[in-house]
C-alpha cells in the first residue's frame, strides 16, 4: 500500500475518491474515506494532493530511500507544499511553483 487514510483528518469531500484513476477509494457510511483496494494503489499522489485537509500520508518508497517515510501535501495559490517526515524524526517542506511544472 502507498497511501494511508487519517479518519480523524477527514471531512468527507470526496474528493480523493473521485480523483482516484483507479476508484480505489471509497467513502463510507461514516463519511470517512477509506482505500478499499490497497494492493492495487500505483502511489500516482493524485489523492494525496486533491486532500484539501492533509487527511492522506503517502509512503515514501525504499527505492526512494523513504525507510518508513510519509509524505502529505498543501497547497497555497499556485504552490504545491510537499511536507516530508522521515524515518528519523526530522521534517522537511519542498516548495513547487505549478506555474513552473512543465518547464523541465
Ligand atoms: S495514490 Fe493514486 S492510485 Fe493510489 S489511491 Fe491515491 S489516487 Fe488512487
Ligand atoms: S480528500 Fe481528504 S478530506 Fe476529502 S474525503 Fe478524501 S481523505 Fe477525506
Redesign the pocket.
Known sequence: M??AIHKDKCIGCKR?SI????S??VIDDDKKAR?AYPRD????????KECPVSA?D?YLGADMGGRGSTMTVSSEDSYLHWHIQKYDGTTQTITIDRRESNQY
Do not use: H
Open positions: 502507498s497511501i480523493c480523483v482516484c484513476p483507479g480505489l477509494i482505500i494503489c500505483w502511489g500516482c499522489v493524485s489523492c494525496v492522506i503517502f
